[in-house]
Nanobody, 119 residues
Framework: QVQLVESGGDSVQTGESLRLACSSS?????MAWFRQAPGSEREGVAT???????QYTDSVKGRFTISKDKGKNIVYLQMNSLKPEDTAMYYC????????????????WGQGTQVTVSS
């Protein structure tokens, strides 16, 4: 059974940084981070493919970085210069083939980790 387990969420102040981690029970060609704020639809934040190609939603470009420790099947999301509008539940997603950052139809999802940014 596939398991994706997120960690690293916290409550921080504007401008601070956090690093989220997603530990996967198996290796996937495509892994990604999504987020969902209360009352909003789930949105893609960043994606990582097996060849190292990354994609970001416009609002996080230059602030967030997705990376992968392939030996440990862990995907990280380094979040710098956090803003209140980054507040959301962050979810890890995975699939066996590449999806666009705007595609919310991944096969596998984690349970989420909460990020709260206060002004």
């Amino acid at each position: 059974q596939v398991q994706l387990v997120e960690s690293g969420g916290d409550s921080v102040q504007t401008g601070e940084s956090l690093r989220l981690a997603c530990s996967s029970s198996q290796d996937f060609y495509w892994m990604a981070w999504f987020r969902q704020a209360p009352g909003s639809e789930r949105e893609g934040v960043a994606t990582y493919t097996g060849i190292g190609y990354t994609q970001y939603t416009d609002s996080v470009k230059g602030r967030f970085t997705i990376s992968k420790d392939k030996g440990k099947n862990i995907v990280y999301l380094q979040m710098n210069s956090l803003k209140p509008e980054d507040t959301a539940m962050y979810y890890c997603a995975a699939d066996t083939w590449e999806r666009n950052v705007r595609d919310t139809n991944a096969q596998y999802w984690g349970q989420g980790t909460q990020v709260t940014v206060s002004s």
